[in-house]
Structures are given as structure tokens and as C-alpha cells.
């Protein structure tokens, strides 16, 4: 059982970039993968999250408007786009997978069940 984040790197201000998760070893299909991010020196935060089965989505509101989170069920893959990139998005941003999540708890890391590696993002010019 693995999820794998990658697409992250270096970008300017106002740009863009697209993270994937991918998963092996185990179907997404009735899970929902969030999203997650830490800077230096601060906490883990809760940037998304998708329900596999549905396509239901939460956002934070730091990233609303600006971030897209898609599923591919085929691919077993969930991909974030971010767009309109700023410093403070600035993190390692990690994808993890949940057997349940709501509105109210799906931006707690305590409810996910596997996380991937992270993958650094520096929004900088």
C-alpha cells in the first residue's frame, strides 16, 4: 500500500504547477484523499480533499478559488492545481487517504489512514 506525490518544484509568484498522487497496492475508489501541506516552523494544514467515490471536494479557505483538486478513478490518481501560486503557499505538500471524511473532519491528519512522501513547493521569485 503506497501513495506517491510528485510534481512539485520551483515556480514564481502568479504561476502554476499541478501535484499528483498516485496510488498502488490499493484501489482509491471508496476512499478520499486530501491534501495536506506544512511550511517551516508551522503547522501541518489541511489544503483539500476529494471523495473518490462522488467527486465531493473541500477546500481550505487559504487556497479556494485558486486551487482545483480532480480525481481520475481509472488512474487511481487525484491531482491538485494550483494556480495564482504565492510565497505563503510555500510547503512540502503531502496527499493521504481516508476511509470517511466530512465537512467538519477532513482536514484532520488524524483521520487519514496512508500518507505519501512529500514533495517540496517554493513559490518564490
Known amino acids: 500500500v503506497q501513495l506517491q506525490a510528485f510534481g512539485g518544484g520551483l515556480v514564481q509568484p502568479g504561476g502554476s504547477l499541478r501535484l499528483s498522487c498516485k496510488a498502488s497496492?490499493?484501489?482509491?475508489?471508496?476512499?478520499?484523499i486530501g491534501w495536506f501541506r506544512q511550511a517551516p516552523g508551522k503547522q501541518r494544514e489541511g489544503v483539500s480533499c476529494?471523495?473518490?467515490?462522488?467527486?465531493?471536494?473541500y477546500y481550505a479557505n487559504s487556497v479556494e478559488g485558486r486551487f482545483t483538486i480532480a480525481r481520475d478513478v481509472a488512474k487511481n490518481t487525484v491531482y491538485l492545481q494550483m494556480n495564482s501560486l504565492k510565497p505563503e503557499d510555500t510547503a512540502v505538500y503531502y496527499c493521504?487517504?481516508?476511509?470517511?471524511?466530512?465537512?467538519?473532519?477532513?482536514?484532520?491528519?488524524?483521520?487519514?489512514?496512508?500518507w505519501g512522501q512529500g514533495t517540496q513547493v517554493t513559490v518564490s521569485s
Open positions: 497496492g490499493f484501489t482509491l475508489d471508496w476512499y478520499a
Open positions: 493521504a487517504a481516508a476511509r470517511d471524511v466530512s465537512g467538519s473532519s477532513w482536514f484532520l491528519g488524524w483521520e487519514y489512514d496512508y
Open positions: 476529494i471523495s473518490m467515490s462522488d467527486g465531493t471536494t
